[in-house]
């Protein structure tokens, strides 16, 4: 065998490895609690806490392994913004909810104005992106 086949092999053999341990350790990883800022929603409150100003919305569930990795940036962003309320719906509990949003992937994170939405994003995305997307929707 020649010593290139070899190194890719390797490689590729390292990689699978690294992809099986990450994914291994992101399922048997523990939750991040929510900050006290961090609105619950449900049927019965949605309405009343979405219906004014701006409400950024996580459509997440707790086997999720993204959602467990985008959580403290919801808990930065509820702890540091105070011109944006954050609220979570656990898309297993809440499936009326879900629903009506037409959430098919999560985390989905929805933003509210006034109780109508205005964007979404899907996945994972870090607070500056999600603040600059927020902002310049709050501007317009």
């Not at 219906?51 to 569930?61: C, E, I, K, M, Y």
């Not at 954050?86 to 509990?93: G, L, W, Y």
Request: aromatic residues 6%.
């Amino acid at each position: 065998m020649s010593t290139t086949l070899i190194i890719i092999v390797a490689v590729i053999a390292a990689l699978v490895g690294l992809i099986t341990f990450n994914y291994f350790r992101m399922k048997n990883a523990k939750p991040v609690a929510n900050s006290k800022k961090i609105k619950v929603l449900g049927n019965k409150n949605f309405k009343t806490v979405t219906r004014r100003g701006v409400v950024l919305v996580d459509f997440w569930a707790p086997w999720c392994g993204p959602c467990k990795i985008i959580a403290p940036v919801l808990n930065d962003i509820a702890d540091s913004e105070d011109n944006v309320t954050v609220a979570k719906v656990n898309v297993d509990q809440q499936q009326p909810l879900a629903k009506k949003f037409k959430v098919r992937n999560i985390p989905t994170l929805v933003v509210l104005k006034d109780g109508v939405e205005i964007h979404r994003f899907v996945g994972v995305k870090t607070k500056r992106a999600i603040m600059k997307e927020v902002n310049a929707l709050m501007a317009s």
